[in-house]
């Protein structure tokens, strides 16, 4: 695989798509370019900046999404300051892209739209290995359940990595794109067919503050009783003494909060799902817990984020030796609780993938399902080398 990453700052949507979309392409010299990804703030007039994009890369089939920041070769962009396009040529790979709408009625139907237009859009020829990239409206709700309609599709055989969109945090619209569209309460898709295995890893460094317990009531994504109780109370008494409250500094009010729920899976692993206490004083998740579901409060420090980081990227380029680039779907919540050492994580990133470009985004959450129908995470990080 041959990659070019190009990055603006300019202020001008058009100039900006334009010097991002050249830097990209010019690095990869002589070879054409089969894919563009973009990630971009929401501050740029999007369809202009797109268009440019285009104009720049002849119509490459195009992917992509708005962030809240992005990470590139050990560089931070932070919330805000611009875009990133990286730019695929060779590797032996085929790549179809596929995009659907209707997420937020029918998170189910879309997933399987989802995985059927990706897949078609590769061709009949099916690769000895797939591989599904899929990026999300972040606002949506239940972004399990649209992964559940790709998996209904797709099977147990294609792993699902990518990520949910930002919107630099203001938590108002989030994107994706398709081509030369700018879609909202939609998904997009990369199918990545293969001649050898590709690996989707993810890591959490979150650890449990107390024993497992039962979620006995939930609405949605309000969390009403856990173990029979009131889930405040519950959730607040499985609390680090040495931590705050509710809220990490700095911070959206009612946006992330010090702990999380991890949800107890059957082979004894952790799914995360971050949680907040809203103005009300209610317990809510990003996505709903199922009923009945065995949960920990769980927590974490910044030391654990940066080590479970580099460790997940290492074990996504550990046994691919022509690697051309590692893409990464960060949670924007992480670095809340990495605070001033945010610019920390992309260069131990980095470092972990030796040789290997990094590029990538940070989410509302991430995709990462390997070998089961779960696989929606929050507070998490996940890899996959190409």
């Given at each position: 695989m041959r990659t070019g990453i190009g990055t603006s700052e300019l202020e001008d949507s058009r100039r900006a798509g334009e010097q991002a979309a050249t830097a990209a392409l010019a690095k990869l010299g002589s070879d054409?370019?089969?894919?563009?990804?973009?990630?971009?703030?929401?501050?740029?007039?999007?369809p202009v900046l797109l268009a440019a994009i285009n104009d720049i890369t002849a119509g490459v089939p195009l992917i992509g999404a708005s962030s809240s920041g992005q990470l590139h070769d050990g560089e931070l962009f932070e919330q805000g300051d611009g875009l990133s396009v990286l730019a695929l040529a060779g590797g032996g790979y085929q790549f179809g892209i596929g995009s659907a709408s209707g997420?937020?009625?029918?998170?189910?139907?879309?997933?399987?739209t989802l995985a059927r237009s990706a897949r078609?859009?590769?061709?009949?020829?099916?690769?000895?290995?797939?591989?599904?990239?899929?990026?999300s409206d972040g606002l949506i709700g239940d972004q399990q359940e649209?992964?559940?309609?790709?998996?209904?599709?797709?099977?147990?055989?294609?792993?699902v990595v990518g990520g949910a969109a930002g919107d630099d945090?203001?938590?108002?619209?989030?994107?994706?794109f398709c081509g030369d569209?700018?879609?909202?309460?939609?998904?997009?898709a990369l199918w990545i067919g293969s001649p050898r295995p590709l690996r989707v890893v993810a890591g959490h460094g979150w650890t449990p503050t107390g024993l497992p317990m039962i979620v006995t009531s939930v609405d949605g994504t309000l969390v009403r009783e856990i173990a029979g109780r009131p889930a405040v109370e519950v959730y607040r008494e499985n609390f680090r003494p040495a931590d705050p409250a509710d809220q990490i500094e700095g911070a959206r009010p009612g946006y992330h909060s010090a702990h999380a729920f991890g949800l107890i899976q059957?082979?004894?692993?952790?799914?995360?799902?971050a949680a907040l206490i809203d103005a009300e004083g209610m317990l809510r998740t990003l996505t709903a817990l199922p009923?009945?579901?065995?949960?920990?409060?769980?927590?974490?420090?910044?030391?654990?984020?940066?080590?479970?980081?580099?460790?997940?990227?290492?074990?996504?380029?550990?046994?691919?030796?022509?690697?051309?680039?590692v893409l990464v779907f960060d949670c924007v919540a992480r670095s809340d609780i990495l605070a001033d050492r945010r610019r920390e994580e992309p260069r131990l990133l980095q470092r972990a993938a030796g040789r290997v470009p990094t590029f990538g985004m940070y989410t509302y959450g991430e995709f990462a399902r390997t070998n089961s129908a779960a696989g929606y995470h929050n507070a998490t990080i996940a890899a996959l080398a190409l």
């Open positions: 054409r370019a089969e894919v563009i990804i973009v990630y971009a703030s929401v501050r740029y007039d999007l997420a937020e009625e029918n998170p189910l139907e879309t997933g399987r078609e859009a590769a061709g009949p020829q099916r690769s000895p290995y797939e591989t599904m990239l899929v990026l649209l992964l559940n309609g790709i998996y209904r599709v797709a099977g147990f055989a294609v792993p945090r203001q938590l108002t619209r989030t994107y994706v569209q700018v879609l909202t309460d939609a998904a997009v059957p082979d004894g692993g952790m799914v995360i799902r009923p009945y579901a065995a949960v920990q409060v769980v927590s974490s420090d910044a030391e654990d984020l940066l080590a479970v980081g580099a460790d997940t990227i290492a074990a996504a380029v550990a046994d691919d030796e022509d690697a051309g680039v």
